[in-house]
């Protein structure tokens, strides 16, 4: 499969504790997009690199929550001292260079579940 | 900051007829405007991107209609199946470097 992959799938976690996730986007795609999503609502944007640029953050990604690019390839989004309303689906998605009207392909997302 | 209004109730629709879905926006028209499907517990997938200076834009059994006086967007589904069941969500991009805002999504229930 040559789709957008993230890992893990599903991650429950303590209040408090941090988790990490990953994106591995499709190969040459120089875009990657992190998303959040809770149920009922449409995909909120977090944050999103072109090549290793971070281009853009959204004002509600607080300071617990690090992204990051190192190679331009695979991305981690790291959450710190997790709280309940951290809980929700994390999507990645990315789009190739020059990508018509900026289309993005979104992976299966990362469920996080914070007790 | 930029609004986007889907249908918040969720639509059932006898299969065979055409659902339409609406998805209507505030302030400036955006460059594209997206529509994607998700099923319960995936990601969103692409289907159809129509243009600013496009009225219509349709693939197969799909439709889409953009129109910047009433900042509006209307998505059709044609001869519809229970298969087409999902959410459809509405997306802006204003410029090919910026962010893609997506609307909260219309349930669609396609009843046999």
């Known amino acids: 499969d040559t789709g957008v992959s993230q890992d893990p799938r599903h991650k429950i976690t303590k209040r408090g504790q941090n988790v990490t996730f990953r994106c591995d986007p499709i190969s040459e795609h120089n875009r990657l997009y992190w998303y959040r999503q809770t149920l009922g609502q449409g995909p909120e944007f977090l944050t999103y690199?072109?090549?290793?640029?971070?281009?853009?953050k959204s004002r509600l990604l607080s300071d617990r929550f690090s992204a990051e690019r190192p190679k331009g390839s695979f991305s981690t989004l790291e959450i710190q001292r997790t709280e309940q309303g951290d809980s929700a689906m994390y999507l990645c998605?990315?789009?190739?260079?020059?990508?018509?009207?900026?289309?993005?392909?979104f992976g299966e997302g990362s469920w996080l579940t914070v007790v | 900051s930029q609004k986007i209004e889907q249908n918040s109730e969720a639509l059932n629709i006898q299969e065979g007829k055409t659902a339409t879905l609406t998805c209507n926006y505030t302030?400036?028209?955006?460059?594209?405007l997206q529509w994607y499907r998700q099923d319960p517990g995936r990601g969103p997938v692409f289907l159809l991107l129509i243009r600013e200076n496009e009225k219509e834009k349709r693939k197969e059994r799909l439709k889409v209609t953009f129109d910047t006086t009433l900042k509006q967007s209307l998505f059709h589904i044609t001869a519809s199946q229970p298969a087409d069941s999902a959410t459809y969500l509405c997306?802006?991009?204003?410029?090919?470097?910026?962010?893609?805002?997506f609307g909260s999504g219309t349930r669609l229930s396609i009843r046999p």
């Open positions: 302030n400036y028209s955006p460059a594209y």
């Open positions: 690199f072109q090549n290793e640029a971070q281009l853009e």
């Open positions: 997306a802006l991009v204003y410029s090919s470097a910026s962010k893609i805002i």
């Open positions: 998605a990315s789009s190739p260079p020059q990508a018509a009207g900026n289309t993005i392909y």
